[in-house]
């Protein structure tokens, strides 16, 4: 449904947003954006819509090949971080503005606004003003005046980010529901990872204007392309730690591993692994980290335990009730099969 190739785009001063990019969405897929501040995200978003000219490249929708087209040509809309809703004008006129500006009948785009703020339970309010509406109702607001008009693609820009942290999740269950109904293709933008596992059924991770990782929320966060999507995904960040292939195992912080096979001899590794596949012994393991507990976090259902080594912190997440203490010696044991090694920056095996 998009397709994005060789985009590049250079801002006047020679930031280089988008470098050589390349990207296809299909048709009905909620996908997701995902990287750090300033690696692109809105940008791409932006020339998807329209409203960012590509220093070179192209971009195409459906059969379209829509690169020159303006943004009220291309059949997408967008949904901005902070609504831009109207202010003066109530929600009906809101909603009903994009129907408006394509010289839709008075009755017929009244009726439409009815219809599609039914939908989002917003016909209460259809009288009152932006200023006169919570957060997540203007939300809901700008996601009804984005579905009025029956694009082809919607595009959000952090649409859940101007909500407080309990209207989020329900924004986002909702959202995530809308989009399983209407069925139609979205593109959204979203620096927190815990959202786009969430909500997309693909997620592209980026970086420095490039994409680094596109999979479904399973492969990217089971395995992460890269030590950077390695380190951006999961609400716990995944244990890092360099070592070193000796013969047919690894040397990592003290610990000996089975080496994945195809790794030259000496040759430097990252070793991957997430806080939740990593087991506590009382007992010295060599397969284990040896460290001392520094810090307990509460997580709720589990804690979270800082393992200070020698030169290496690890991070376990440990079952309620089953926290070692303190001060206490233990090792951190990865669960067989979880382990992901990295060679060249490059996934190289799972052990
Ligand atoms: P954030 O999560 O902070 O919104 P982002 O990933 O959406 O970041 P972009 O807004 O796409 O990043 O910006 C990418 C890069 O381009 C940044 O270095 C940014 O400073 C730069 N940039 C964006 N817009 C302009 C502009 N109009 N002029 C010059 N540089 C720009």
């Known amino acids: 449904m998009i397709s994005v190739h060789g985009l590049t785009k250079v801002f006047p001063g020679g930031v280089r947003a988008l470098d050589s990019l390349d990207l296809d969405i299909g048709e009905g897929e909620f996908f997701a954006l995902l990287g750090p501040s300033g690696c692109g995200k809105t940008t791409l978003l932006r020339s998807i819509a329209g409203l960012e000219t590509p220093t070179s490249g192209r971009i195409g929708i459906g059969q379209t090949d829509v690169t020159a087209l303006p943004p009220g040509r291309r059949d997408v809309a967008m ?19 994009p129907l408006r500006i394509k010289k839709t009948p008075r009755a017929r785009r009244e009726a439409r606004a009815a219809e599609v703020a039914a939908r989002l339970s917003l016909s209460e309010l259809l009288g009152r003003r932006p200023g006169q509406l919570s957060g997540g109702q203007q939300q809901r607001v700008a996601l009804a005046r984005a579905i009025a008009c029956h694009p082809r ?38 620096h927190d990872q815990g959202e786009a596992l969430a909500l997309a059924h693909r997620i592209a991770v980026m970086d420095a204007g490039r994409i680094t990782q596109v999979g479904t929320p399973a ?14 995904i999961g609400s716990t960040p995944m244990n890092l730690l360099p070592g070193e292939v000796s013969g047919d195992t690894l040397r990592v912080a003290g610990a000996v591993l089975p080496a994945p096979e195809g790794l030259p001899d000496g040759g430097p590794i990252v070793y991957g692994l997430r806080p939740e596949y990593t087991d506590l012994s009382p007992t010295a393991r060599t397969d284990g980290f040896a460290g001392r507990v520094a810090v307990l976090e509460n997580l709720g259902t589990a804690s979270l335990v800082t393992l200070e080594g020698d030169g290496h912190l690890v991070q376990a997440v440990a079952p309620e009730g089953d926290e070692p203490a303190v001060g206490a010696t233990v090792w951190a044991v990865p669960r067989r099969g979880r382990a992901l090694v990295y060679h060249d920056d490059r996934l190289a095996g799972q052990i």
Do not use: C
């Open 79 to 97: 949904v901005f971080q902070d609504y831009a809703l109207f202010p003066h004008m109530d929600v009906t006129a809101n909603i009903a503005y």
């Open 219 to 232: 492969e990217i966060f089971h395995r992460p392309a890269t030590p950077f999507v390695a380190s951006f």
């Open 153 to 190: 693609v919607f595009l959000f820009d952090e649409p859940l980010s101007n909500l407080d942290a309990r209207l989020r999740l329900e924004a986002r269950t909702f959202l995530k529901r809308l989009q399983d109904e209407l069925g139609v293709t979205t593109v959204f933008v979203t």
